[in-house]
């Protein structure tokens, strides 16, 4: 019997990589920068809240009280980043600040929102949690999701200051905050990139200001 053989396809050449993409990543990037110096503009044009933000962060963390974070999806990933930097550091050797993020505990998360509802899993940490003079941080894109909303009225009822930091529409999550940082864009990924300069800001002041009063300190 003759073995017949098989007839293999010319070889082609890839493309080098990427390369069918530059075009597009470039555009993608020349759009970007546009909307974020734009937003940054105007983020700095109405600075106040901000700065108010960063006055109360400050405080609450020198009188000896606590900061919670929460916040859904993207903004939960904000959540655990702000209070990654305080626990840890950001730029600077010094005491860990005591900032807590709600979203991290999957026991918890999944048996409240089992036994009581998803809207209760961050409302439910924050009435086991927050005492009067404490501080809840809530990011949210939408300004909407009931687990925020709760979490906010149930840090108002505790006598928590409560800090909101959203898009730029108005909400039902600002209309509860004492302070509502918006960034001004709609668009759900700038948002969330705006989200996170806002709290290298905030992380800056506040390690900036409190390991300057304590002169530093190794952990």
């Known amino acids: 019997m003759t073995n017949s053989s098989l007839a293999l396809a010319p070889a082609t050449v890839p493309a080098a990589p990427g390369r069918p993409y530059r075009d597009t990543v470039a555009g993608s990037l ?3 920068q546009a909307t974020l110096a734009h937003s940054l503009a105007q983020l700095a044009a109405a600075n106040t809240a901000l700065a108010d933000a960063a006055a109360r962060l400050v405080l609450t963390l ?3 009280h606590k900061v919670l974070v929460a916040g859904n999806g993207g903004s939960a990933a ?6 990654a930097e305080l626990v840890g550091r950001f730029k600077r050797e010094r005491l860990p600040y005591a900032v807590i993020a709600l979203t991290t505990d999957s026991s918890i998360l999944t048996a409240v929102a089992n036994d ?5 899993v961050f409302s ?4 086991a949690l927050g005492q009067p003079g404490d501080l809840l941080l809530a990011f949210s894109t939408s300004g ?3 687990n925020v909303i709760r979490a906010a009225e149930t840090g108002r009822a505790r006598l928590m200051t409560v800090v909101a930091v959203t898009g730029h529409r108005r909400s039902p999550l600002t209309r509860l905050s004492d302070i509502a940082v918006r960034v001004p864009v709609s668009e759900t990924e700038v948002v969330q990139e705006l989200h996170m300069i806002v709290t290298h800001i905030l992380c800056d ?3 900036s200001e409190l390991a300057s009063e304590a002169g530093g300190g190794a952990c």
Request: aromatic share 12%; glycine share 8%; net charge neutral.
């Open 30 to 32: 020349a759009s970007r």
């Open 62 to 64: 020198r009188t000896g």
């Open 78 to 83: 904000e959540a655990q980043h702000f209070a």
């Open 116 to 120: 009581y509802g998803y809207e209760h």
């Open 124 to 127: 439910r940490q924050v009435a």
């Open 144 to 146: 909407a999701s009931p």
């Open 205 to 207: 002041i506040v390690e």
